[in-house]
């Protein structure tokens, strides 16, 4: 091995080069023009932040209105498509979110409502959506809520939070 490639390796540079994969997070790649698992470039994005309020909603209330906050990062312009925000409820977790995405701890998931989310150039924001609980979630019980961004057929790094669900609606 040549001096100056030890003087690489020793100092941690060139462990992209012995990987054989592109250096960056999924977006900074898919932003690159790379294509990221099954996304096409520009396409991933990531949810940083995102909320439901009010805090509540009793499932299957008509007239009921919700507040959807969030912010994400995507490619900017240079996406292909509108953002478009997928909402589920993940019914019966246990554990932690990560093994709920896995399939872990017996969750059922509950797809409630997708949001798209105004215009190329728009990943930040609120949107007002009908009440999103359906009857298909429990009243009175701890859920969790997943906020997944997709762009075309891209699904990217979606959000989990805890939320709470009111009392059953009557009418």
């Keep these: ?15 992209p080069l012995l990987s054989g994969c592109d250096p960056g997070s999924p977006l900074e790649r898919s932003c690159g023009g790379h294509v990221v698992d099954v996304c096409e470039p520009y396409t991933y994005s990531v949810i940083t932040e995102a909320s439901l309020t009010p805090s509540g909603l009793s499932p299957g209330r ?18 292909p498509a509108p953002l478009t ?32 989310w105004g215009s190329l150039e728009e990943s930040s924001g ?6 999103p609980i359906d009857l298909r979630v429990p009243p009175s019980t701890d859920i969790l809520l997943r906020v997944t961004p997709r762009i075309g057929t ?18």
Excluded: H, K
């Excluded at 609120?126 to 009440?131: D, E, K, V």
């Design 62 to 79: 008509p007239g009921g209105s919700a507040e959807l906050v969030l912010t994400a990062r995507t490619c900017g312009g240079a996406r």
């Design 126 to 131: 609120r949107a007002m959506i009908p009440n």
């Design 1 to 15: 091995m040549q001096p100056r490639a030890i003087l690489w390796l020793a100092l941690g540079l060139g462990a």
């Design 85 to 116: 925000i997928q909402l589920d409820a993940i019914v019966g977790a246990s554990g932690s979110p990560s093994r709920v995405d896995a399939g872990g701890d017996g969750a059922v998931v509950y797809p409630l409502t997708s949001v798209a």
């Design 154 to 171: 891209c699904e990217g790094a979606a959000i989990t939070f805890p939320y709470r669900t009111g009392a059953a609606f009557r009418p």
